[in-house]
């Protein structure tokens, strides 16, 4: 399956990704992993991409689609992915309709978290990630790791992203109202949106979202 994940600054997309892109088995393509990742290797693209995430702002589509697009040629990601972060402005999601033209390929879903704004802010707050490896997510109330500080996954040190500082967070939820919510119409024309809430616990909101792919998609 292809699916596109969409939905606010901490609705729950990462720790979504990861049980769905299991249970479906395909790579979890996180455009927001793979730039802290360029960043804490001190890549060039890392450099060029910092300033724009910790000001909340998008990192200009010529940095970006070239990246997504390298990690979707990935041989893992021959027979799908999930993106998560990724298109997040209309330019990127025709960039990745002529992408999969060119492949012959097509999108089966697009996959709508739904979350009011107030929670939102409760589990950007409280969000704790791994410094190895972004996509190893925890909160300090909702699933704390079993030692403090400490990843459950790997053992790498728990920090708070530079980009959830209360300022930040407000640009990044503006910047998701302007420029990413125009992409839900967008796929809607072509009929892929399953809009889920993302309220609950996190394996309901699991099981809903595959409900809600196997339903019509
Ligand atoms: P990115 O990393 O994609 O950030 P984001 O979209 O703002 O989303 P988040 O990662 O903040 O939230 P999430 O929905 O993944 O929530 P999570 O699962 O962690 O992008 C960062 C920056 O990179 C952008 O601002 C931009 O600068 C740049 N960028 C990335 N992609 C780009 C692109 N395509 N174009 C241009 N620039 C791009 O969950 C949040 C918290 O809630 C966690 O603590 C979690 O434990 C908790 N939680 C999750 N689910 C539940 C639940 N059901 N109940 C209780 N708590 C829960
Ligand atoms: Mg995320």
Known sequence: MRIVLVGPPGAGKGTQAAFLAKNLSIPHIST??????NISQGTELGKQAKAYMDAGNLVPDEVTIGMAKDR????DAVNGFLLDGFPRNVSQAESLDEALKAD????????????PEDEVVKRIAGRRVCRNE???VFHVTYSPPKREGVCDVC???????????EDTVRKRLEVYHTQTEPIIDYYRAQGLVV??????????VTKRAMDALKGDK
Not at 32 to 37: E, N, P, V
Not at 72 to 75: G, L, N, P, R, T
Not at 155 to 165: A, I, K, T
């Open 32 to 37: 927001g992993d793979l730039f802290r990742a």
């Open 72 to 75: 979707m040629a990935q041989s």
């Open 104 to 115: 012959d390929v097509k999108l089966d879903a697009v996959l709508d978290l739904e979350v």
């Open 134 to 136: 972004s996509s190893h």
């Open 155 to 165: 053992g790498g040190e728990l920090y708070q992203r530079g980009d959830d500082s």
């Open 195 to 204: 809009t889920i809430s993302a309220l609950g616990k996190v394996d309901e």
